[in-house]
């Protein structure tokens, strides 16, 4: 379990690391700290890594040194939870069973989404569906996709908004077998608008617009000369023919 952290107050990175810590089959907690880490985190039941500057790219430096080292470590399926975010008690079984059950190289969860008080808003069967998008949190890659994880590192850091969406693309386009899991294990606390208007609630202040991410990624994408981003295209998706290239919401 790969969860990057950077300037998450330790009751947020507590109650991550406890929903981690509580599963029904168990498994090791790595903890990233990217350039701010927290001294409480070394006395807790994970491997805690301090790398010793932030790298500013939405935590995919962090993702892909926890990967590549729980790989060679031997572990056998890797999956990732941003601090903010935190499982149910059975994901990781959930996630075995679909597994055992599809042979699949790649299973997705179901999440729900939830305010900042934690509180439930809805079930999210509609964004994160397991076909055209899933988010970090839900993945859980086991070793036959491990030949994708260097790309939370290579990925250009201008993408780091959209990596979830840049990762499954990669996926998809490498043709890998993938499983969902219809029930929510994931719960993701939501910082976006979206979200509140999904539900007809009015958004708190200081929530992001899908432009704070989406379509800065978007913009940034298609001012690059077209050799350029054809080049990308071939390295993130191993495909000439597979289109990486982000669209706005």
């Not at 491990?146 to 790309?151: E, I, K, Q």
Request: hydrophobic share 35%.
């Amino acid at each position: 379990m790969i969860t990057p952290y950077f300037r998450e107050a330790i009751d947020v990175l507590q109650h991550c690391h406890d929903s981690v810590r509580t599963q029904t089959f168990a498994c090791t907690h790595f903890m990233i700290a990217d350039g701010q880490s927290q001294a409480e985190v070394f006395g807790w039941e994970c491997q805690h890594l301090v790398l010793p500057q932030s790298h500013d790219d939405n935590g995919n430096t962090p993702r892909a040194i926890g990967s590549l080292s729980a790989m060679n470590q031997g572990f056998d399926a890797i999956a990732y939870l941003d601090a903010d975010n935190w499982f149910y008690p059975n994901h990781i079984e959930a996630m075995i069973r679909l597994q055992r059950k599809t042979s699949a190289a790649v299973c997705t969860a179901t999440r729900s989404i939830h305010r900042a008080d934690r509180s439930l808003m809805y079930i999210d069967r509609r964004e994160s569906d397991g076909k055209k998008h899933v988010d970090t949190s839900c993945l859980f890659l086991t070793s036959a996709a491990y030949r994708l994880l260097p790309l939370w590192a290579m990925m250009p850091k201008q993408l780091g908004p959209i990596c979830d969406s840049i990762f499954w693309q990669a996926i998809n386009a490498r043709r890998l077998a993938t499983a969902h899991h219809p029930e929510p294990t994931v719960a993701f606390q939501t910082q976006y608008a979206a979200h509140y208007t999904d539900i007809g609630e009015r958004a708190p202040d200081g929530t992001k617009s899908n432009d704070d991410s989406t379509g800065r990624a978007t913009r940034w994408w298609h001012s690059l000369p077209e050799d350029v981003r054809a080049d990308w295209q071939i390295y993130l998706s191993g495909s000439e023919v597979a289109s990486l290239a982000p669209t706005a919401d």
